[in-house]
């Protein structure tokens, strides 16, 4: 808890932050100042060599297709390092060796074993300490030499030419997953200026694959490739893996899984092939290789999958991504979509398996979506989407899983106050007001509160806050909560076996309130959607899955 605590002070270096804003359009400099952490943490640039590294980016199924890939390979019998982001319940998630993040112990060794290094080796010149991120990402690289695993996965925070896991010079293999827009404020605002920045981890002779993407995107990627002398490769469609009526399994759910396996499959099977592996995927024709040196893009092919191949593509679990958990009468639907593509693809999967869900039990079923949004992400495109899966009630909450201060270390954010992610979840409910504004609804149930009253008004102790509609809209069944336990106890109402509820009397704070608690306890079933935010995602895990805070 310590060495979390003092992490999380890197989380506001501001003038490590003023330091970036002033060197963001020049990535060597970035890449020089991730360096120079580097050498003064007691590694070089060459070392990183060693690591074997599979690079994967994209805007969406980055981490699905790391997930996919580490499953692949540590089934095939290797020792593996995964390096992802963000955390959902504990930052020890971050660094996983064999698919399991490291024990404390461990996280705990190297955490002081590199800031005391830092510390020990500032100067006037440079700041002391690098940004949380940045040290996270120098701390896996010593664990995973230290721990002497065959290979790393190693998932691109942001972008991937500006992002201090680029700092690396020789992977085995790259991939890029699905391209969209996301992080514009660093990115860029358009589609192809984002293909810029992911199209930066390629690296000369080194072969990298990518999934279909738009054409304009596409030919971006295309351009970054030859012009760095990157071997690029389009992935097949999965269905080409396929032995006629034999499929192949996935373990995580949603058709857009599909294309990450497949591109998972490439990456795999390049690594092992580009390290002198053998049996591990027979081509389906004879010599049937690919081709190292053919550009603009070749079409990769398909090969027949290994076993351990097929175990690994139904054997991954990757947490909070098309994930349900069933507790008695309430079923959670967990997706930490934040992005307009993941929102369609959740709504695509929430609409399949909560409807056939709905087929096979009996009696009335309420919906409920818990939401957040978090950066300068549009959040009224985001709630449009998610519309026509026709939710009883909106909820609406910041990514706080406790208003008691309980939590844990893992999931304190200095970067926001509760003033600002209030005002946030208000806005949100607004927009969603105004989305649901055509249809049959009752009128507001208060006048609106500003936000330091709702503050004012929530001591700690407090069991629950339901924050009014802040205008004069038609409510739509929308409430907004302090916190993500306030909004699962009203959402839930004592009717979850593992999750405890406060006295239901506290739970009645007004008619919206009232009149749906009613519902949730009558109902034959509750799903309850979560998402809109991977940090939210965690937050309820925390809350609902305690076996994650161990």
């Not at 070089?44 to 599979?54: A, G, K, P, R, S």
């Not at 190292?292 to 027949?304: D, G, H, I, T, Y």
Request: charged share 20%; net charge neutral.
């Amino acid at each position: 808890q310590d060495a979390i605590r003092t992490l999380n002070t890197l989380q506001t270096n501001a003038s490590y932050l003023d330091q970036v804003k002033r060197q963001r359009s020049d990535p060597q400099i970035q890449l020089a100042a991730m360096k120079g952490f580097l050498e003064r943490s007691g590694l070089t640039v060459e070392d990183l060599d060693q690591l074997n590294i599979i690079h994967v980016t994209g805007t969406k199924g980055k981490g699905s297709t790391c997930a996919f890939t580490e499953q692949i390979l540590r089934n095939c019998g290797l020792k593996t390092g995964f390096y992802s982001s963000p955390h959902l319940v504990q930052v020890r998630e971050r660094i996983r060796i064999n698919g399991q993040p490291i024990s404390k112990e461990l996280f705990s060794k190297y955490f002081w074993q590199i800031y005391n290094r830092l510390e020990e080796s500032k100067t006037d010149d440079y700041c002391s300490m690098p940004a949380y991120f940045r040290f996270l990402t120098i701390m896996a690289f010593h664990v995973f030499l230290q721990e002497k695993v065959d290979l790393a996965v190693l998932e691109v925070g942001i972008g991937g030419a500006y992002d201090c896991t680029n700092i690396i010079r020789k992977p085995i293999v790259c991939g890029i997953s699905s391209l969209g827009i996301d992080h514009t404020a660093i990115l860029g605002d358009t589609i192809e200026k984002i293909a810029w920045q992911k199209g930066g981890i390629f690296k000369p002779g080194v072969p990298a694959f990518t999934v279909p993407q738009p054409a304009s995107p596409l030919q971006v990627l295309i351009s970054r490739a030859q012009e760095i002398g990157c071997p690029l490769y389009m992935c097949p469609d999965m269905a080409e893996y396929e032995e006629e009526g034999k499929s192949l399994h996935l373990g995580l759910a949603g058709d857009h899984q599909k294309s990450n396996a497949s591109l998972a499959l490439q990456l795999a099977q390049m690594w092992l092939q580009q390290r002198g592996c053998k049996g591990f995927g027979d081509p389906k024709l004879p010599n049937q290789m690919l081709p190292l040196v053919k550009w603009p893009l070749s079409l990769a092919s398909a090969f027949r999958p290994s076993l351990p191949m097929v175990k690994g593509l139904q054997d991954t679990l990757w947490l909070g991504r098309t994930q349900v958990l069933q507790r008695g009468p309430i079923s959670y639907y967990i997706d930490g979509a934040h992005t307009n593509s993941s929102v369609k693809a959740c709504v695509r999967w929430f609409q399949d398996v909560a409807l056939n869900e709905e087929k096979a039990g009996a009696g009335s079923v309420v919906r409920v979506m818990l939401f957040n949004a978090t950066g300068e992400r549009d959040t009224a495109a985001l709630l449009k989407l998610l519309q026509p899966c026709h939710f009883d009630y909106a909820v609406f909450c910041p990514n706080i899983s406790e208003m008691s201060g309980v939590g844990i270390a893992d999931q304190q954010n200095y970067n926001v106050t509760l003033e600002n992610v209030l005002t946030r979840c208000l806005e949100n409910q607004k927009k969603w007001n105004m989305l649901m504004e055509e249809r049959s609804c009752s009128d507001p149930w208060a006048s609106p509160l500003p936000v330091d009253t709702l503050i004012k008004d929530s001591p700690r102790s407090s069991p629950l806050l339901l924050a009014p509609s802040s205008d004069r809209l038609l409510n739509c069944n929308s409430l907004v909560f302090p916190c993500i336990s306030h909004a699962l106890q009203w959402a839930t109402q004592g009717r979850d076996p593992d999750f405890p509820c406060l006295d239901n009397n506290l739970l009645h704070h007004h008619p919206v309130a009232s009149s749906g608690a009613i519902l949730l306890r009558e109902a034959a079933h509750i799903q309850i959607l979560i998402t809109g935010s991977l940090h939210l995602v965690g937050g309820a895990l925390k809350l609902i899955d305690q076996s994650l805070t161990h």
